[in-house]
């Protein structure tokens, strides 16, 4: 059962400097809420992503954007990919994905689709799709999911 990764000990640090309200919501019964959220698999925790932008509700099923994004890279006409969820009124939230093409190649949803179901639970499956000719990304180089989503909820699907 996936669950959210609370860490706790003397190295951990006490308190948000000068935002209470903060530090109460991060903490709870002494130990630090990371956001990040996995499952015990054989003995060791295996992360599915963060609470916030990785963690996809669609159709009662909690998914990992991250398990997809994997998935999706292994595709021969995609080069990098980014996962979101959109809201959805039927399924709770859309499956997207945006994709930077491999050498110019362009990949089509149903196409996708088809290829991904060998790999993918039907439930995982993208439900839409954009092409992009890079996706954002902030200094570090971190796609910024929130940017993505934007692509998606501003053009339907």
């Known amino acids: 059962t996936p669950g959210e990764v609370e860490i706790g000990g ?51 099923y909690k998914v990992s954007a991250l398990e997809i994004e994997e998935v999706l890279r292994a595709h021969p006409a995609i080069a990098e990919c980014a996962v979101v969820g959109v809201d959805d009124p039927d399924w709770g939230e859309r499956i997207c994905v945006a994709v930077e093409g491999a050498d110019g190649a362009a990949v089509e949803l149903d196409e996708l689709q088809g290829w991904a179901r060998d790999h993918l639970a039907p439930y995982k499956l993208p439900r839409d799709l954009r092409r992009v000719d890079a996706l954002p990304r902030n200094a570090m180089g971190k796609v910024m999911k929130p940017q993505v989503a934007k692509l998606f909820a501003d053009g339907g699907g």
């Open 10 to 60: 003397p190295s951990v640090f006490l308190e948000y400097w000068r935002r209470p309200e903060v530090t109460m919501e991060a903490f709870r019964d002494g130990w630090f809420r990371t956001g990040d959220v996995a499952v015990v698999e054989d003995g060791y925790y295996r992360l599915l992503g963060r609470r916030s932008v990785d963690i996809i509700k669609t159709g009662g």
